[in-house]
Every structure is written in structure tokens, then in C-alpha cells.
């Protein structure tokens, strides 16, 4: 605090205290000592007033969080100010009752309130309200609800010197008590509803106790239960919310209470409980309006319900709510999130009245079922546009690749129709970009944001920054924005630590955590960044510790992510029977991650009767799943099993599962450009291929031999074929990869040295992985590839996973 503020302090404190004393004093004499001692007292004031408004400049002067301090202090020190103004004006009136003062001072009250200016104005004003002060009881109830904190004050004052009074009440032989307004819940509910609407939690908490130990809560018709139920549900506090909406009586809640729990689970993020709160709601025979349908649909989206709202469409359209458009709005969402577009259409062509929430809607379930494309039609068909739907139609072209649209289409937003990117817009667009690897577009968003909110950006724009460089393949950069973000919270250290393990570094994480806990409290996020490093780094002690620390040090029950991660370390370090044990001592069942990384370590270990069981596993969970069929395929194909490994696939072309297409990508010049197996779809395909042609001369010069071991052609069984047609065809297969196509494209249209970023939707096979270390070497590039597992940057012949993925 300022000494300056501090010495003006101590110097108006003594002369209000002195002036305290000489209006008591005043008030009991006559004639002209009297207006002598106004006098002395109005020149008191106006010095009084002069020290406030000195404080007050001081106060204004200073850094924002002592400010506001000081000037709720000011505020007080003005209404103590008023106060004595009003005393001064009411003496020299003259309206003081002589018997009343005179029994005043024989009870030696004068006394006690001289001894605080506070205590002093509120007593004196309780003698003036025994007469004729109903305004200014009306000015301090509006003063309480104008300020929360102020307002709450002066409630606990009132309540104890209500409590001091009635002692005090004994002995005199005048009513005070009726100069002081009791407590009515009237007064309170305002400021509750106030503190809803600003989530001050704290302050309402404040009243909430308040209102216990006064005991107004029992006050019949109060309905103060029914307010403080509003304010814990509108400031997410939805335990509270929920014991109140439970002590309640039935009799006393009415269709807003239950719609306000019910919103509550909604925003967070607890649709069972909207849904079962709904089924109570039918059962009570509760109304149902509106705002009930709306958490019902939504409660639905989330869990991608569409049987219960399939029901609730059903009820909408029976009681008459489809003419709400927010409720058809909601209904729109429902189908979108279930992926019944052909219902959401139907839904949207029959409502009477759209405004541009319905347009949104649609169009945000167009460009996800049905491509940019489709979605671009319906955005320029749309009669008006907000800044949402601005920003899903960019994000969606960022996010599909064409970053030139999605440039044109974002300085149209903000050049020709004037619209500002907030942090919810940049955190889309990066979020976008790290989809897409599309860096180029983040590194734009990054210089608009530091343009826009300086170095103090916003803690999710910086925290999707280091999310968007560090799935981008720049790692580096992603460690800089972390160290120069002046805020970090749990979800920036995981973003963090998850790009770290995604690019091999487990070592960086495992000695960056202890920084971490002296910052914030990691949660079940933050382990499964660290046991995911340790597993794509080998760190066997490391992660193994901080699995068995996660509930007895941290407090943090496993989840089956953490198993997963765990049985995905222990299978990596050829662990496979701990692993396969840790499963089956799970206290929860397996998932499709667990067994499958389990059936992975199977693979690169050669356990094929382990794998084998494992695939039966998985089978009976996802009998359409490909990948698990090809990994055991491969596995017979290398222990060389070819008959079983032609029958596997023969399995699956006979029940028409087709196995999902590699597809790799490259951005170069601001343009995506995708291959997939053999793709001869490129406008450059007569380039890309003679540089395919020469650079795998240029390898098999270096050493490279095709790793064909694990590949199987399909309409082959290896019997009876041409040995060197056979073989040639597999190497044939190989070099057509689609991660090699996009290496190829890289080093046709990028400078020299010029480090190449690829991006593939699959697995890197081996042989992919062997050639690239050796392509990083001979034509001296730097290589990243991001496969759907992690990060391997290629570098003179290495790569950083050290063969350990």
C-alpha cells in the first residue's frame, strides 16, 4: 500500500474521530455554543472531504489489484463522511427530543458512541429513525444493493449490533430495535440473484451462512432455498446446487428449479444425471418447458443418444414446443452430434421461423458429414452470418488442407465485414491447424495474437500455440512460447508434456515434471503424458514408479488410459507376460487401446501365440476393425505362416471390411498436397515418380534393402508363383508407399536442406522407417514424419525414436 494513502488515512481517521465526539457533544447543548460548535465541525468537513478526495487520487494512481481495495475503503470512509453531514443538518434543526437525549446521556451511551465513527453514525441514526427517517432506511437498503461486498458488510454490522441492541434494549425505555430494519428475504434474494449473474461464488457463500445463522431460511414463503439453489447452479457449483434442489420440498420447487439443476449437469458435463433429473421431472408430474427440452436434447448430443432423443423429438412435437425455434435448434444439434444429418435437414426445412443459430447448426453438421464442399454452399446461402459461423467454415477449411480458401475466407471476415478474431476464434483456428500440420496458417495466428493482445495472451491462445507447434513437428518452438507464457495452468503443462512424449523427448519431460508441481497440481491428464513418454522413450524405472505413485502419492485413481500407457511401456521392453498379467489384475475391463497395444508388442516381439489370443479379444469387441487383422497377417508373414496369412485377409475380403487407406500429406507453398499408395492423381505424377526411380537407385547405392518380410500380396499364396516375380512385386508395393511419394514431392518442390514435414494417418511401416534414415543422409534433409502414434524426425542417418517405437 501507498505511505502517501496511508498518512492521508491516519490524518482523516483522527478528525473523524474528533468530530464524532464533538457532534455528540453538540447535540446536548444550546444557544450560541451551539453554533460555535457547528461551525468548528462544518470547517472539520470540508477538511475531511479534502483528505478523501487525495486518497482517492493516490488510490487511482496505483496497480489495479490495490486499487480496487482501496477504493472500496474510500467508499466507506464517503458513507461515514454523509453520515455526519446528515447529524450536523439534523442538530442544527434542532430535532433532537430532550427527554430522549437527556436519558441518553444518563445511561452513559454518549460513551460508547464516541468510540468508532462507524458505531457512532449507525446509533445516532437509529435515534433520528425513532422519528421520521422511513427515506433514509429506503437509501440504505438501495446502497446494499448496489454494492455485493458493501451490502454484505452491512448486513453482518446490522445483525451484530441488532444482537448488541438487545441487551441494550433492556435497560433503556425506548424502542430501538424498531429503528433497525430486520432481516427479510425480500432484501437478500436480489443480492443473490446479483451474485448469480457475476458467479461470485465467495460473496454468495457469505449470504448463504447468513442466512443459516439468522435462520431466515425457515421464514415460511421465503423461497430463499429456491434463490440460493439459482445461484450455485448459475456459478457451476452443482454439489451445492444439487443438496439444496434435495431439501427443498416437492410442494415448494417449481419448473425453474428443476430446469436450473438440470442446466447445471449440462454445462458440467454430466448428461446422465440431466437425463435422470428429467425422468424425476415426469414422474412428479413436473411442467415441461422449454428450457427442459433444450438440456434433454443437449444431455443427448453429448451422449450421442439418439433413441432418447428420438423420444424427446416425439414430445416436442406432441406439446406443441416445435415452434420454439431454440428448441428446434436443440433438436437440430441432437441428430447433428448423433450423425443423422438427413433428420437434422428435415428438422431445419419445417421450422417457421430460423434465425442464424439454426444456419449454424446446419451448417457446422454439413461440413462434418458432408465435406467443405457441400458446407460452403450452405454458408453462402445463409441469409446472415456471426462470427461463429465465420469460424467453422474456416476452421474447416483449415483443418481439410485448403489453406488458401481458408485465408481468402478469413480476410474477408475481418477486412470487408469487420470482424475481430477473439481467443475462442484463434484457439479454433490453431486447434485447426495442428489437425492439419498446416503451420504456415498457425504461425499467422500466432503474430495476429501478439499483435492483439501483446505478450500477455490469453492462457488458451498460448496454450493451443504449444499444442499447434509441437503436433506441427517444431517442437522447439513450442518449448519457447511455453517459457514465455506469463501464466501456465494444468491444461498448459499437459499440452506441453504431451508434445514432448509425441516427440520422443521422455527424458525432457520426466526432469521438467518436479517444475510442474511447484507451479500447479498435475492431474490424470498430466500422467498420461508422462507414462506416455516414458513408454516412447524406454523408461521402464521412470514410468513404473510414477504408476504406482499415481493414487497413493498424487491421489489420482488409474484410469484405463494409465493401464493402457503401462501396458504399452512394459510391451515395448519385451515385458509381455507383466503386461499380459497387469491386464488381467485390471479392477476394470480392457478396451480396444489396452489389447491393442499389447497385440502391437506381440507383433514386434514375435509372441504369435499371444498375439493370437489377443486378436480373439479384439475381435469379439470390434469384429470391423482391420488394423488388428493386418498386425497378426503380418505376424504369420514374417514367422512364415503364409497360408494363415493369406486366410486372415482372405477373411476379411469375404465379409467386405476393407482395410483403411494410408494416406500421407505435405504443405508446401500454403498448399496441402496428399498421396496414397501408388497414387498417380497428382498434377506433378511424371516428376514425383522419376524421383522415386532415382532416389531409390540413390539408396539401394547406400545399403537399403526392402524389408519384405512382412508383406503379403493379395491373390497370392507363395506356392507355385515365380520366386523373382514375387519378390519383385512386394519391393515393387513398397517403394510405392505413400509416406515415399510425399518424401519424393518434398524434395521436388523445396530449396535444398530444406527440412520436409510429412504427416500420415497410419503406422510408419518399417520399411518406410529404414529408408527415410537413410534419404535424411544422402540428400541431407531433416525428415519428420507424424504417424498416428508419435513423431520420428529423421536426421543424417537417425532417427530420435533411436529404433525404439
Known amino acids: 500500500m501507498s505511505e502517501v494513502f496511508e498518512g492521508y488515512e491516519r490524518q482523516y481517521c483522527e478528525l473523524s474521530a474528533n468530530l464524532s465526539k464533538k457532534c455528540t457533544a453538540s447535540g446536548a447543548l444550546d444557544g450560541e455554543r451551539k453554533k460555535q460548535k457547528l461551525s468548528e465541525i462544518r470547517t472539520g468537513l470540508e477538511d475531511a472531504e479534502s483528505l478523501i478526495r487525495k486518497m482517492d487520487l493516490e488510490a487511482r494512481s496505483l496497480q489495479p489489484n490495490v486499487k480496487a481495495v482501496l477504493l472500496a475503503k474510500l467508499r466507506e470512509y464517503k458513507s461515514d463522511l454523509n453520515n455526519l453531514k446528515s447529524e450536523v443538518k439534523r442538530i442544527a434543526s434542532g430535532n433532537l427530543n430532550p427527554a430522549a437525549r437527556d436519558e441518553l446521556l444518563e445511561s452513559g451511551m454518549a460513551d460508547a458512541l464516541s468510540a468508532s465513527a462507524d458505531q457512532r453514525s449507525r446509533l445516532m441514526m437509529t435515534t433520528d429513525r425513532l422519528n421520521q427517517s422511513s427515506d433514509r432506511i429506503k437509501d440504505s437498503r438501495r446502497t446494499m444493493l448496489e454494492t455485493e461486498e458493501l451490502g454484505v458488510s452491512i448486513l453482518q454490522d446490522l445483525h451484530s449490533q441488532r444482537q448488541a441492541l438487545l441487551h441494550a434494549n433492556n435497560t433503556m425505555?425506548?424502542?430501538?430495535?424498531?429503528?433497525?430494519?430486520?432481516?427479510?428475504?425480500?432484501?437478500?434474494?436480489?443480492?443473490?440473484?446479483?451474485?448469480?449473474?457475476?458467479?461470485?461464488?465467495?460473496?454468495?457463500?457469505?449470504?448463504?451462512a447468513l442466512i443459516l445463522t439468522t435462520g431466515l431460511y425457515t421464514t415460511q414463503h421465503s423461497f430463499l432455498l429456491n434463490t440460493l439453489l439459482h445461484f450455485y447452479a448459475s456459478c457451476g457449483d452443482t454439489p451445492s446446487a444439487r443438496k439444496l434442489f434435495d431439501e427443498i420440498p416437492l410442494s415448494s420447487k417449481d419448473t425453474a428449479d428443476w430446469t436450473a439443476l438440470m442446466s447445471s449437469f449440462s454445462r458440467q458435463n454430466m448428461p446422465r444425471e440431466a437425463l435422470c433429473l428429467f425422468a424425476q421431472m415426469r414422474q412428479n408430474v413436473v411442467e415441461i418447458d422449454d428450457v427442459a427440452m433444450i438440456c434433454l436434447f443437449s444431455a443427448c448430443a453429448w451422449l450421442r443418444d439418439v433413441e432418447v432423443g428420438s423420444q424427446g423429438h416425439g414430445f416436442v412435437l406432441k406439446t406443441g414446443l416445435k415452434g420454439r425455434t431454440k428448441v428446434s435448434n436443440a433438436v437440430m444439434d441432437m441428430y447433428e452430434k448423433c450423425g443423422l444429418v438427413g433428420e437434422m435437414k428435415r428438422v431445419f426445412s419445417e421450422m417457421k421461423e430460423k434465425n442464424v443459430v439454426s444456419w449454424t447448426v446446419l451448417l457446422d453438421g454439413v461440413l462434418k458429414w458432408e465435406g467443405v464442399k457441400s458446407g460452403r454452399l450452405v454458408f453462402d446461402d445463409m441469409p446472415e452470418r456471426n462470427e461463429v459461423a465465420w469460424t467453422i467454415m474456416i476452421v474447416s477449411y483449415v483443418g481439410s488442407g485448403f489453406c488458401k480458401e481458408g485465408f481468402s475466407l478469413l480476410s474477408e471476415m475481418m477486412f470487408h465485414w469487420r470482424f475481430k478474431l477473439n481467443y475462442i476464434t484463434l484457439c479454433s483456428l490453431l486447434s485447426a491447424c495442428a489437425q492439419s500440420g498446416d503451420v504456415m496458417m498457425g504461425r499467422w495466428v500466432h503474430v495476429y495474437g501478439l499483435k492483439v493482445m501483446g505478450m500477455e495472451?490469453?492462457?488458451?491462445?498460448?496454450?493451443?500455440?504449444?499444442?499447434?507447434?509441437?503436433?506441427?513437428?517444431?517442437?522447439?518452438?513450442?518449448?519457447?512460447?511455453?517459457?514465455?507464457?506469463?501464466?501456465?495452468?494444468?491444461?498448459?503443462?499437459?499440452?506441453?508434456?504431451?508434445?514432448?512424449?509425441?516427440?520422443?523427448?521422455?527424458?525432457?519431460?520426466?526432469?521438467?515434471?518436479?517444475?510442474?508441481?511447484?507451479?500447479?497440481?498435475?492431474?490424470?491428464?498430466?500422467?498420461?503424458?508422462?507414462?506416455?513418454?516414458?513408454?516412447?522413450?524406454?523408461?521402464?524405472?521412470?514410468?513404473?514408479?510414477?504408476?504406482?505413485?499415481?493414487?497413493?502419492?498424487?491421489?489420482?485413481?488409474?484410469?484405463?488410459?494409465?493401464?493402457?500407457?503401462?501396458?504399452?511401456?512394459?510391451?515395448?521392453?519385451?515385458?509381455?507376460?507383466?503386461?499380459?498379467?497387469?491386464?488381467?489384475?485390471?479392477?476394470?475391463?480392457?478396451?480396444?487401446?489396452?489389447?491393442?497395444?499389447?497385440?502391437?508388442?506381440?507383433?514386434?516381439?514375435?509372441?504369435?501365440?499371444?498375439?493370437?489370443?489377443?486378436?480373439?479379444?479384439?475381435?469379439?469387441?470390434?469384429?470391423?476393425?482391420?488394423?488388428?487383422?493386418?498386425?497378426?497377417?503380418?505376424?504369420?508373414?514374417?514367422?512364415?505362416?503364409?497360408?494363415?496369412?493369406?486366410?486372415?485377409?482372405?477373411?476379411?475380403?469375404?465379409?467386405?471390411?476393407?482395410?483403411?487407406?494410408?494416406?500421407?500429406?505435405?504443405?508446401?507453398?500454403?498448399?496441402?498436397?496428399?498421396?496414397?499408395?501408388?497414387?498417380?492423381?497428382?498434377?506433378?505424377?511424371?516428376?514425383?515418380?522419376?524421383?522415386?526411380?532415382?532416389?531409390?537407385?540413390?539408396?539401394?547405392?547406400?545399403?537399403?534393402?526392402?524389408?519384405?518380410?512382412?508383406?503379403?500380396?493379395?491373390?497370392?499364396?507363395?506356392?507355385?508363383?515365380?520366386?523373382?516375380?514375387?519378390?519383385?512385386?512386394?519391393?515393387?508395393?513398397?517403394?510405392?508407399?505413400?509416406?515415399?511419394?510425399?518424401?519424393?514431392?518434398?524434395?521436388?518442390?523445396?530449396?535444398?536442406?530444406?527440412?520436409?514435414?510429412?504427416?500420415?494417418?497410419?503406422?510408419?511401416?518399417?520399411?518406410?522407417?529404414?529408408?527415410?534414415?537413410?534419404?535424411?543422409?544422402?540428400?541431407?534433409?531433416?525428415?519428420?514424419?507424424?504417424?498416428?502414434?508419435?513423431?520420428?524426425?529423421?536426421?543424417?542417418?537417425?532417427?530420435?525414436?533411436?529404433?525404439?517405437?
Open 173 to 208: 425505555k425506548w424502542p430501538i430495535l424498531q429503528a433497525f430494519p430486520t432481516f427479510s428475504p425480500c432484501y437478500l434474494r436480489p443480492f443473490l440473484r446479483r451474485c448469480a449473474q457475476q458467479s461470485a461464488l465467495a460473496i454468495g457463500k457469505k449470504l448463504h
Open 457 to 805: 495472451m490469453d492462457i488458451m491462445v498460448g496454450t493451443a500455440l504449444v499444442d499447434m507447434y509441437a503436433k506441427c513437428g517444431r517442437i522447439d518452438t513450442a518449448v519457447k512460447v511455453f517459457d514465455c507464457m506469463p501464466r501456465r495452468n494444468v491444461v498448459a503443462w499437459n499440452a506441453m508434456l504431451s508434445g514432448l512424449a509425441m516427440h520422443g523427448r521422455g527424458r525432457v519431460v520426466v526432469d521438467m515434471f518436479p517444475r510442474m508441481i511447484e507451479e500447479v497440481r498435475p492431474d490424470d491428464l498430466t500422467f498420461i503424458a508422462i507414462l506416455s513418454a516414458c513408454s516412447h522413450s524406454g523408461l521402464i524405472d521412470e514410468g513404473s514408479y510414477y504408476f504406482d505413485s499415481l493414487e497413493s502419492v498424487y491421489g489420482i485413481t488409474p484410469k484405463i488410459d494409465h493401464y493402457a500407457c503401462m501396458v504399452d511401456l512394459l510391451g515395448r521392453t519385451g515385458r509381455l507376460e507383466e503386461a499380459e498379467t497387469l491386464i488381467k489384475q485390471m479392477p476394470i475391463a480392457p478396451n480396444e487401446v489396452v489389447l491393442g497395444s499389447l497385440l502391437g508388442s506381440c507383433s514386434a516381439h514375435g509372441k504369435l501365440q499371444l498375439g493370437e489370443r489377443v486378436l480373439q479379444w479384439l475381435i469379439e469387441m470390434d469384429p470391423h476393425n482391420t488394423e488388428y487383422h493386418i498386425l497378426l497377417s503380418n505376424m504369420y508373414a514374417l514367422a512364415g505362416k503364409r497360408n494363415k496369412a493369406n486366410a486372415l485377409r482372405k477373411v476379411l475380403k469375404v465379409k467386405r471390411i476393407r482395410k483403411v487407406p494410408g494416406m500421407s500429406s505435405i504443405h508446401v507453398d500454403g498448399q496441402l498436397h496428399q498421396f496414397s499408395a501408388g497414387d498417380k492423381s497428382h498434377l506433378r505424377t511424371r516428376e514425383i515418380y522419376l524421383m522415386l526411380y532415382d532416389m531409390i537407385q540413390r539408396l539401394r547405392s547406400a545399403g537399403y534393402v526392402p524389408n519384405t518380410a512382412s508383406q503379403v500380396l493379395s491373390g497370392t499364396d507363395g506356392v507355385g508363383d515365380n520366386v523373382g516375380e514375387l519378390l519383385e512385386e512386394k519391393e515393387q508395393a513398397l517403394f510405392l508407399h505413400s509416406e515415399k511419394l510425399a518424401v519424393c514431392f518434398g524434395l521436388l518442390s523445396t530449396k535444398p536442406g530444406t527440412p520436409l514435414y510429412i504427416f500420415k494417418n497410419l503406422r510408419i511401416c518399417q520399411d518406410c522407417h529404414a529408408a527415410f534414415k537413410i534419404v535424411s543422409k544422402i540428400y541431407n534433409r531433416e525428415i519428420a514424419v507424424r504417424d498416428r502414434n508419435r513423431f520420428h524426425c529423421f536426421k543424417q542417418g537417425t532417427c530420435s525414436c533411436s529404433d525404439f517405437w
